[in-house]
């Protein structure tokens, strides 16, 4: 039972590089969110999903690209990292409000530094 | 804009020594309040849901509950194990979307 899964784990990016962050999910969870996590500024919303083809803003969506071809998984890119993209990015998902138990669960995190 | 506001910011207790959270939210319309659970280098582990004014959920040493404005994570004789970031969000059905706080740091020392 694996639950949320993000890949990678750790990474260390040169500025202007570009990379992409997968989330997999396998609960068949209709909504998927990036968050990026940075001390003192709790867990900010990058961009979210709420079903398979869809994508919209969060809070900080600057910087940053989703796609989300397959409702198990949603991919969140940078094209030109930036020092103040150093972070640590969770993903996670919940299932349809209209059929309860509204949690968001979470993966591992991606430990991201930008020099 | 909804706004969710955690304190203290950090906490230490000594063992047995029970404390309180609190989570203060401005939201226009509240679907729910959730707690969640952070170890260092972890992702979130849910703890609770609360929906409606004057709930109480309960959970081993952890029992949280809900006013109009605000949420308690009350902590009785808390144990080193229970040493990690609590985070309270909260559920406006704006998209669905989870609004954080902070967090509070608590550390429970022997």
């Known amino acids: 039972n694996a639950g949320v899964t993000q890949t990678p784990k750790f990474r260390v990016l040169k500025t202007g590089q570009s990379m992409t962050l997968l989330c997999a999910q396998d609960m068949n969870h209709e909504y998927m969110y990036w968050y990026r996590q940075d001390p003192g500024m709790g867990l900010r919303l990058i961009h979210y999903?709420?079903?398979?083809?869809?994508?919209a803003k969060g809070e900080v969506p600057d910087g940053y690209n989703v796609s989300r071809l397959k409702k198990q998984n949603f991919l969140l890119g940078l094209e030109s990292a930036a020092p103040s993209q150093t972070s640590v990015y969770f993903c996670?998902?919940?299932?349809?409000?209209?059929?309860?138990?509204?949690?968001?669960?979470f993966g591992q995190g991606t430990r991201l530094t930008v020099v | 804009e909804d706004q969710v506001t955690q304190s203290p910011e950090a906490l230490r207790l000594q063992e047995g020594e029970s404390s309180s959270l609190n989570c203060s939210y401005t939201?226009?319309?509240?679907?729910?309040l959730f707690w969640y659970r952070q170890d260092p280098g972890k992702g979130p582990e849910f703890l609770f849901t609360?929906?409606?004014a004057g709930e109480e959920k309960e959970k081993e040493r952890l029992k949280a509950t809900l006013t109009k404005k605000e949420s308690f994570l009350h902590i009785t004789a808390p144990k080193p194990e229970d040493s990690a970031t609590y985070l309270c969000?909260?559920?406006?059905?704006?998209?669905?979307?989870?609004?954080f706080g902070t967090g509070t740091r608590l550390q429970v020392t022997l």
């Open positions: 939201v226009s319309g509240l679907r729910g």
């Open positions: 999903s709420v079903g398979e083809g869809t994508t």
């Open positions: 609360l929906y409606s």
């Open positions: 969000a909260v559920d406006t059905g704006t998209a669905s979307k989870l609004t």
């Open positions: 996670a998902s919940r299932r349809n409000l209209k059929t309860g138990n509204t949690e968001a669960f």
